[in-house]
């Protein structure tokens, strides 16, 4: 099971992914363990998509895989480069603003999917509120995740009330430029809505074999 998609861009993603490899191994080399290994387990998960790629049929545009692996790139730079601390608060919320951004534009991709599948009918109020429900529920689990980790040991990750307010305001305005996106996609969906479905769509030998085999008969 292959994608469709042979954009040079792929090598982008690539490029951030080891990035991220040379920031665990960095880690480990320094005796910084824990930040290496949560640096390999981000490395793990830029890799998702190509596992769901070879279990499901679809494929997500490589532009939002390439967003993946900088939303990583950027959460794992923040502990091993310590710009969590050094750029704060203002790199913590590129991290959200960019996170949220990446959520909302998969969100959009499985909807433009299941609708060229014919799974759901496509209205834009409806993927508009999906977008901005489902990333800022996304948003508001990894608040949890943060106060409950703080909490069991003792960290820091939230530093209070304003500090959260901003990470979900940010959360909201990633989401909202998305789901502004996939406004402006959907109203013009003969020209720009193909681009996506292509995109994610899945090539199987047996489809590729009866195209070929239509086009020899139609000569």
């Known amino acids: 099971m292959t994608c469709l998609d042979s954009s040079r861009g792929v090598y982008l993603t690539y490029f951030i992914q080891g990035l991220i ?12 363990y824990l930040s290496g290994l949560s640096a390999a387990f981000a490395f793990f998960l830029t890799l998702a998509p190509s596992f769901a790629t070879r279990n499901m049929r679809f494929c997500l545009p490589w532009g939002v895989n390439l967003l993946i692996a900088v939303s990583l790139y950027l959460h794992v730079m923040g502990h091993v480069g310590g710009y969590y601390v050094t750029l704060a608060p203002y790199y913590d919320k590129l991290t959200h603003l960019v996170s949220s951004a990446t959520v909302a534009l998969i969100v959009f991709s499985l909807m433009v999917l299941a609708g060229h599948r014919g799974d759901v009918r496509l209205t ?10 489902a990333t800022l529920a996304a948003g508001a ?5 943060e106060f409950a980790v703080d909490q069991i040991f003792g960290t820091s990750l939230q530093l209070g ?3 959260t ?10 989401a909202a430029i998305v789901a502004g996106f996939a406004a402006f996609v959907l109203a013009r969906e003969d020209r720009f809505t193909g681009i996506f479905a292509g995109l994610i ?3 199987e030998p047996a489809d590729v074999m009866d195209n070929q085999a239509d086009s ?3 000569r």
């Open 21 to 32: 490899l040379l920031a665990a191994a960095a880690s480990i080399m320094g005796g910084e």
């Open 124 to 133: 834009t109020p409806a993927v508009v509120a999906s977008i901005l429900i």
């Open 141 to 145: 689990l990894w608040e949890i995740y």
């Open 161 to 163: 009330n304003t500090d």
């Open 165 to 174: 307010m901003w990470d979900l305001i940010m959360d909201l305005i990633g």
């Open 201 to 203: 769509s899945v090539a």
């Open 216 to 218: 020899a008969k139609s």
